[in-house]
Every structure is written in structure tokens, then in C-alpha cells.
């Protein structure tokens, strides 16, 4: 009996080692996890309004602002709110509609942004189009270049169009085919 005792003793002391280490092992797990994710760096990215060719004004104005509500799915970047682009623009008294690629970069500089979006919707015969455009505040370079067409049927824009072109923008590749078949 004695040494029975003493074996389940034992075989307990050992299980709550394996347990202290088995604990130890994920407090550090959950730590590197938490550290890698605030060293995370967000991208702030500043989203103008899309040139209008063909197409109502408000249509417009709906499906960028359709992008931006695509865009603020991601973790990995931040979408500057557009009254505070409006804010800018009547603070700095620059003209929308006159405003370059070059203006709307010092626009997004002034708004902290490290990119902007720009770019248009319109139609060409039985085709709406949406070319958008992402460009480093900083070089002026165009990052990404992104075009969705859908044949006679403006709501593929709203429903699916803005979704892929936000994944695109986003991600740099095609969206996994279920995230594009609403």
C-alpha cells in the first residue's frame, strides 16, 4: 500500500509539471501573439470620390462610398472617414472638381494618409466600368491598378463589382471565388 501511495505521488507530481509547463507554454503563445499583432503597422488610406463618366452623379457617389464600406473589412488598413476629406478640402479651399492626382496626394498627406484611391465610374456602350487606382502618398507611384466591367447591369457593381475591387486593392490578387458569388 505504501508504495502504491508513493507512486501515485509521484505520477501526480509529475502530471502537475507537465501541466505547469503545458500552462507556461501558452501565457507565451498568447503573448507573442498579442506582440505581433500590435507591432501590426496599419495602412491609412484616404478614398476620393470617383469620377463620374456617363453615369448619374449619386451613382457615383454611392458606389465609392460601397468601396469604402468594402475597404473597412480589412484589419490592415484604415479608411480615412470622407467628412474629414470634405473638411480638408473646404479647410485648405481647394476645389474638388479641379483637383488633380497630384492635389488629392497633398490632400491625403494632409489627412496622415500613406496611400489614396482614386478613379471612375461610367459606361461605355452596354459596359459599366470601375477603374480605380491606388497610389503611395509619398512616391506618387501607382501600387495597384484595378478594373471590373459587368456587362448591362449596373447592381453587379454595388453587389459584387466594389467587393472584388476592394479585395484587389487590398490584397494585390483575385478574391477566392466564394467571396465574390453573392
Do not use: W
Amino acid at each position: 500500500i505504501l508504495i502504491r501511495k508513493l507512486l501515485l505521488i509521484c505520477v501526480v507530481k509529475y502530471f502537475q509539471k507537465i501541466i505547469h509547463v503545458m500552462l507556461y507554454l501558452i501565457v507565451l503563445n498568447n503573448y507573442a501573439y498579442t506582440e505581433s499583432n500590435m507591432n501590426k503597422k496599419i495602412e491609412r488610406i484616404a478614398v476620393f470620390e470617383f469620377e463620374n463618366n456617363r453615369l448619374d452623379k449619386e451613382i457615383a457617389k454611392t458606389l465609392t462610398d460601397r468601396l469604402r464600406n468594402e475597404l473597412v473589412q480589412f484589419d490592415e488598413i484604415e479608411i480615412v472617414e470622407r467628412k474629414r476629406i470634405d473638411a480638408v478640402f473646404q479647410e485648405q479651399k481647394i476645389q474638388i472638381s479641379g483637383c488633380t492626382d497630384e492635389c488629392l496626394i497633398e490632400v491625403g498627406k494632409i489627412l496622415g494618409s500613406s496611400s489614396i484611391i482614386v478613379g471612375s465610374i461610367g459606361k461605355v456602350g452596354n459596359y459599366f466600368t470601375i477603374n480605380a487606382r491606388k497610389i503611395n502618398a509619398t512616391t506618387s507611384k501607382v501600387e495597384r491598378a484595378i478594373s471590373y466591367d459587368s456587362y448591362s447591369d449596373i447592381d453587379q457593381l454595388l453587389i459584387k463589382g466594389m467587393s472584388e475591387v476592394a479585395f484587389k486593392i487590398v490584397k494585390g490578387y483575385n478574391p477566392p471565388k466564394p467571396l465574390i458569388e453573392k
